[in-house]
């Protein structure tokens, strides 16, 4: 019987014939890829940031329904807002514990005791999911998980301290939801994403006069953005506009701040 040599060939090496990429060939591919992946990465990273940020605009609008809820309980009290707040205090505070604090800075216990969480009934709702700041470790520097908190509520709403405490006269403090009638509620702000390098309690500080410029930073963590919410309910971002970094008083964002806070 005779014996084909073509098809002993094939039978013994069945990948005869095949074609097999050369190195050349490889590394344009490699190439390629890596382009395309430079080119999705940018959109990849917006599609991210506008998710961050459409969540932290959810959050600041679910702190402002359980604000006026809880006015609506307590007639008509805005929540306690106060620095430093003790669990002692008359009245309460809207949140406890200091994001400064290594003890604190990821007690969600802390969340729950103040008087707005039964209104949330979630402690994520304090975090804004572009947060990345570290609680501090017994050094007292950033090293540990990440703080539970990302805002902090005006100085001038819950509390009478900036007139009678802190001596600021010539502008109102809001106690009550009647109160916020004077202003236009649309136009007054009551919580903010805080920069975590001055995070600390729930109150966020801005002095009328001026004698503490920038002593609380937003956090424009949104593409150059924080997260804001006001009286009315609504909530938006706030952008910064300043190019110079500088503290001071004429400071551009630090002027529309002051221009949200209070009313004479």
């Known amino acids: 019987m005779a014996i084909n040599p073509e098809r002993n060939s094939n039978s013994a090496n069945p990948r005869a014939g095949e074609v097999a990429f050369t190195l050349i060939e490889l590394l344009v591919v ?16 917006a599609a991210k940031a506008k998710a961050y940020q459409a969540n932290c ?14 006015a609506g309980d307590n007639r008509g009290e805005l929540p306690a807002n106060r620095p430093n707040p003790s669990k002692n205090d008359a009245g309460g505070s809207w ?3 200091s994001m400064k604090l290594e003890l604190e800075a990821t007690n969600e216990t802390l969340l729950r005791q103040g008087l707005l969480f039964p209104y949330l ?24 998980a990440l703080t539970v908190r990302s805002y ?47 995070l600390d309690d729930g109150w966020f500080l801005v002095t009328m006069n001026d004698s503490q410029v920038f002593a609380n930073l937003p956090g424009f963590r949104h593409r150059n953005s924080a997260g804001i919410n006001f009286a009315d309910g609504h909530a938006v971002t706030f952008t910064k506009r300043d190019t110079t970094g500088r503290i001071s008083a004429l400071n551009v964002d630090w002027i529309r701040i002051k221009q949200m806070t209070t009313v004479p």
């Open 30 to 45: 490699i190439a390629i890829i890596a382009i395309l992946a430079a080119l999705l990465l940018p959109a990849l990273n």
């Open 57 to 70: 605009l959810n959050n600041l609008r679910q702190f402002a329904i359980a604000a006026q809820m809880y």
């Open 95 to 97: 949140v406890y514990g």
């Open 121 to 144: 009934g979630n402690t994520r709702v304090y975090h804004c999911p572009a947060d990345k700041t570290l609680s501090p470790d017994a050094a007292g520097k950033g090293g540990g």
């Open 152 to 198: 902090a509520m005006n100085s001038w709403m819950g509390s009478r301290y900036m007139e009678v405490t802190a001596g600021e006269k010539g502008f109102r403090t809001f106690v009550r939801d009647s109160e916020l009638a004077v202003a236009t509620p649309a136009g007054l702000w009551v919580m903010m994403d805080e920069d975590g390098s001055t």
